[in-house]
């Protein structure tokens, strides 16, 4: 009776162990790491200590009084440039000497010039307190001008990086046909 107990014992602690290695094997096979829940709300407002950026030199004073959506996108924008100043790195890197297209050029202007000087008059218009109706109107418009400077900005972002993968796609394809073109 007491060999069926302990048997009975022991194989109820290797179903156990074997059963919560399976479950962490499972959970790091499809990358979850068991016990550490983050959930993001992207709902919720972002604070500016929580904001950082990798590439943009935005000053926080000018970032204070953004909408959310907006601060959402100009973090978007920094993702981007991030992105496209890896794939220059890349092209360094590969001893292919960049050339700065005028597209190039422009976006810069716009990113590390305009888009702070942007910035600062947008707030300096909405931190005038005024309950005059022609301040309120300015104060939207202001709102609607920097949501067209960033949609501008994120669109030529979009646009270089689109060139840049119809670049690497069409080598591939060169590479293809010629390793197609030697076979026969």
Avoid: C
Wanted: hydrophobic letters at 35%; glycine letters at 4%.
């Amino acid at each position: 009776m007491s060999v069926l107990i302990g048997v009975g014992i022991v194989t109820t602690i290797t179903t156990i162990y074997l059963g919560k290695k399976g479950w962490q094997a499972l959970h790091k096979a499809v990358g979850i790491t068991p016990g550490v829940l983050t959930y993001q709300d992207y709902q919720a407002p972002l604070s500016l200590s929580a904001v950082t950026w990798r590439h943009l030199r935005l000053h926080k004073k000018h970032l204070q009084r953004l909408p959310n959506d907006q601060l959402r996108q100009l973090q978007r924008i920094d993702d981007k440039v991030s992105r496209y100043q890896s794939y220059q790195k890349t092209q360094q890197a590969d001893d292919k000497t960049p050339t700065v297209t005028e597209s190039q050029f422009v976006l810069q202007k716009l990113l590390y010039t305009r888009l702070p000087d942007t910035l600062a008059s947008y707030d300096y218009l909405v931190s005038i307190d005024s309950a005059d109706l022609s301040q309120t109107e300015k104060k939207a418009e202001a709102g609607e001008l920097l949501q067209q400077v960033l949609d501008h900005i994120e669109q030529r972002l979009d646009a270089l990086l689109d060139q840049a993968q119809t670049q690497h796609l069409q080598a591939l394809r060169v590479m293809k046909n010629y390793v197609e073109s030697h076979d026969r």
